[in-house]
């Protein structure tokens, strides 16, 4: 009886935590994925693609809705042009990221700036599919039909503060992130989803060039 | 070019009426009338989303100021960069009680916090209800408005017919602390707001958003 009561205990427990992302279930073999995810990385030469953000601001029941389009070029070059709710450039090469904004352009050296460095890092490597590798999280995997969630907990302090995870959903088809949703210790969040997807196009270095 | 334009003439206007306002508050005279009379402007923050520029010491910040009046009256400031990076969240009471929700730690400082607070009270005109407030007159027959603070004072300067709230000051005895300009008032709401403070270097620069 004791045993019987310790099972369903254990296997009630085991569907609560596969219930954490509704839909998805546990994948315990993380290694066999990140090594299909690494792969795929390697033939993704370039991104193009519009992106939608949406800022949900949990307690003041809020989301703020930007727009853009989104460019990454390997190795690790990254252009988000903002379309709405107003025009904002952010292109990240290398270790500087330039800022457009109006008529101010900034540039500012993640070297300098060790926070930056993680978050930019944290893009960059979300897109480029390195970010399984990233020693500064503790990985998790689950999946439903479709999709891989890859839940990313931060390890450092400095980035807890900013969240309490960070959740790359990647389409199984092709194994591309569709969606990158940031969590923070509030209950806010960002999601930024990825739509009209074109792998591996030429985009001219120009584009990321850096004044 | 016109929108070149337009912020020519927008920072003209604003230094005009900056310049109008940097009267050092001598020889005003009381003069009748009722003090309430000035709540007209008092903004209507049901929610407004402002793109916003912060200048502090020389470093350039920008992103998107949310202002939302909440069910129990309170209102909640929440600025985040363009990423969704949350820098803070603060709330402030109808009663004049002041919480922080959240504050990046780089800008958790007593007096960026106390300065932003004041800043944002003056902008609400959340102490108006004072009983010890004042309405005096300069001899060009501009309306000042003064509300006594714990420290200082706040002042809300009016043309005589209290047709146009020329700017917003905070002050101590002796010397002018930050002026506030909100211009364009549509349904309760300035479409530009300007706060420059006098004792050093920062200035915050807000812009309505068309949601």
Redesign the interface.
């Known amino acids: 009886m004791r045993r019987i009561l310790i099972f369903l205990f254990v296997s009630l427990l085991a569907v609560s935590v596969n219930a954490q992302y509704a839909g998805y279930t546990v994948v315990n073999d993380l290694a066999k994925f990140k090594a299909v995810f690494s792969q795929a990385a390697q033939r993704t030469t370039s991104i193009t693609s519009d992106f939608i953000?949406e800022?949900n601001?949990s307690?003041?029941s809020?989301k703020?809705i930007?727009k853009g389009k989104f460019w990454f070029k390997k190795e690790s070059l990254v252009r988000?042009e903002?379309d709405a709710?107003?025009k904002?450039l952010?292109i990240i090469n290398k270790d500087k990221v330039f800022?457009k904004?109006g008529?101010?352009q900034?540039t500012i050296s993640t070297k300098s700036n060790k926070?930056f460095q993680q978050?930019n890092k944290i893009t960059v490597d979300c897109v480029q599919g390195n970010v399984l590798n990233n020693p500064d999280f503790k990985v998790k995997l689950f999946e439903n039909k479709g999709n891989y969630l890859v839940e990313l907990s931060p390890i450092p302090k400095?980035l807890k503060?900013?969240f309490k995870s960070i959740n790359v959903i990647v389409d199984k088809k092709d194994y591309a992130v569709t969606s990158i949703d940031?969590n923070?210790q509030?209950g806010?969040n960002?999601l930024i989803r990825f739509t009209n997807k074109e792998m591996n196009a030429t985009i001219p270095d120009t584009f990321f060039i850096i004044n | 070019m016109q929108r070149s334009l337009i912020?020519f003439l927008l920072l003209t206007s604003c230094l005009a009426t900056m310049l109008a306002c940097t009267t050092v508050f001598k020889g005003l005279t009381d003069v009748p009338g009722d003090v309430a009379a000035v709540q007209k402007f008092k903004p209507e923050f049901t929610?407004a989303?402002y793109?916003t520029?912060v200048n502090v010491m020389g470093n350039?910040l920008?992103g998107?100021l949310?202002i939302?009046k909440?069910p129990d009256s309170s209102t909640?400031m929440?600025f985040?960069n363009?990423?969704?990076?949350?820098f803070f969240?603060f709330e402030f009471s109808g009663n004049g009680d002041f919480k922080v929700?959240?504050i990046?730690?780089?800008m958790n400082r007593k007096a960026v916090v106390k300065t932003l607070r004041k800043d944002f009270e003056l902008i609400l005109m959340q102490h108006p209800e004072n009983g010890a407030a004042k309405l005096k007159a300069s001899s060009e027959g501009l309306r000042y408005y003064i509300y006594p603070q714990s420290k200082g004072f706040n002042y809300y300067i009016t043309d005589s017919t209290i047709s146009n709230l020329l700017c917003m000051k905070r002050a101590s005895k002796s010397k002018e602390i930050v002026t506030v300009i909100a211009r364009d008032y549509k349904d309760g709401l300035p479409d530009t707001i300007g706060i420059e403070h006098h004792n050093f270097n920062f200035s915050i620069a807000l812009k309505k958003?068309i949601?």
């Open positions: 953000q800022k601001l307690m003041l809020e703020i930007s988000m903002y709710p107003f904002y952010m800022i904004d008529q101010k900034n926070l978050i400095n503060e900013f940031m923070e509030s806010d960002t | 912020l929610v989303l793109k520029e350039y920008s998107l949310l939302k909440m909640r929440l985040s363009e990423m969704g990076f949350k969240d929700h959240y990046i730690k780089q958003i949601r």
